[in-house]
């Protein structure tokens, strides 16, 4: 993903292929893009797909994150799976960074518990309305 969140390049490969060697698998898809010089990431990057990194004459730096932070490898995927449907179907991507935790856990609760998406609607149009008028 680049730093806005959109994907470069995706492949789909079976639960057992970990991460770091799918994406060093990946990185023939972004040869030749100019734009890429720093690869930001986790410590699971370690090892293989850094030397890859290497090959292609490209960085990387494993992010250091504070204690505090707890990450979510589902929602990760979630997010990029379906921002890569909103763009195939010519569409914005979607980011959720300017919602209120709160409300967006009130909205998704009413939602499961009693069918009723008003709530989420509301934050997916002022979401969208964001997404296209930061980034397009």
């Known amino acids: 993903m ?18 770091s ?3 060093a698998e990946l ?6 893009n100019e734009r890429l010089e720093l690869f930001c990431l986790d410590k ?6 850094l030397d890859a990194l290497n090959l292609y004459g490209w960085r990387g730096e494993i992010a250091k ?8 490898g589902n929602i990760r995927t979630a997010r990029i799976t379906s921002n890569a449907i ?15 935790s709160i409300d967006y856990k009130k909205a998704m609760l009413v939602f499961y518990e009693q069918n009723n998406i008003t709530a989420f609607r509301r934050i997916f149009i002022d ?4 997404a296209v008028k930061t980034y397009f």
């Open 2 to 19: 680049d730093k806005h969140g959109l994907p470069i390049a995706l492949a789909i490969t079976a639960a057992d292929v970990h991460d």
């Open 21 to 23: 060697k799918a994406g």
């Open 27 to 32: 990185l023939w898809q972004m040869e030749g």
């Open 44 to 49: 699971a990057y370690r090892g293989e797909f």
């Open 65 to 72: 994150k504070p204690d505090s932070t707890t990450t979510d």
């Open 86 to 100: 909103l763009i195939a179907n010519q569409h914005c991507p979607l980011f959720f960074r300017t919602v209120d």
């Open 127 to 130: 979401q969208f309305e964001f």
